[in-house]
């Protein structure tokens, strides 16, 4: 059985991610997560000192589960750089859902807080650094060292999360898959995968 506490923390946390994603981090207040969630604002504070606490736990949340789902897809292609690159465009897609239909939190988060020293901004700057790395990463292993391509990539997977309210899911996904497989297809056209 959970904790009473754990409870408590994860429902707060679902709350203002929910709230957070829906109607943007700096609309909500710490007095409407304690109301919508039920839970006491004595109890919020002791979990949550302040709400850049609560931000940053909500940002690393989505993190965690946005890396493990990409990672699971990237790991079944384990020696194929190219169905990797393939894999995690796929990945990109299968989060085009109604949930992400504002789209990408961390573009979101990154807009909000403009401040280069606040967490959010640091954090959401981080994941796309990351996420860059990987695409270089991958993109390198199968013979592409142009860094340029690797950002094209990128802006591409950017743009499809920013493209939802005006393309609506599918039209996203169907961009981001079209787009890409045009990228990777015109720059790695003679890539063999191994079997």
């Known amino acids: 059985m959970i904790p009473a506490r754990s409870s408590a923390r994860q429902r707060l ?20 997560i304690v109301e919508r969630s039920g839970v006491s604002k004595a109890t919020l504070y002791r979990h949550f000192p302040t709400k850049d606490d609560l931000i940053m ?6 993190d965690d589960h946005i890396w493990q789902h990409f990672d699971k897809a990237i790991t079944q292609h384990e ?72 950002d094209q990539i990128l802006m591409v997977i950017n743009g499809a999360y920013s493209s939802i309210p005006v393309l609506g899911l599918e039209g996203s996904a169907v961009q981001l898959k079209t787009i890409t497989t045009y990228l990777i297809d015109l720059h790695l056209p003679n890539v063999h995968e191994k079997l």
């Open 57 to 62: 736990a909500y940002l690393k949340e989505v």
């Open 79 to 150: 020696g194929s750089p190219k169905a990797q690159l393939m894999a995690l465009i796929d990945a990109t897609i299968e989060l085009l859902t109604p949930e992400y239909y504002r789209g990408c939190p961390f573009l979101n988060a990154f807009t909000e807080f403009s401040e280069e020293n606040h967490p959010a901004h640091k954090f959401s700057l981080e994941y796309n650094r990351t996420l860059r790395s990987l695409l270089s990463r991958l993109s390198q292993q199968a013979g592409v060292s142009d860094d340029g391509w690797t």
């Open 13 to 32: 946390l679902d709350v203002a991610s929910d709230l957070f994603y829906r109607e943007g981090i700096r609309s909500i207040s710490m007095d409407t």
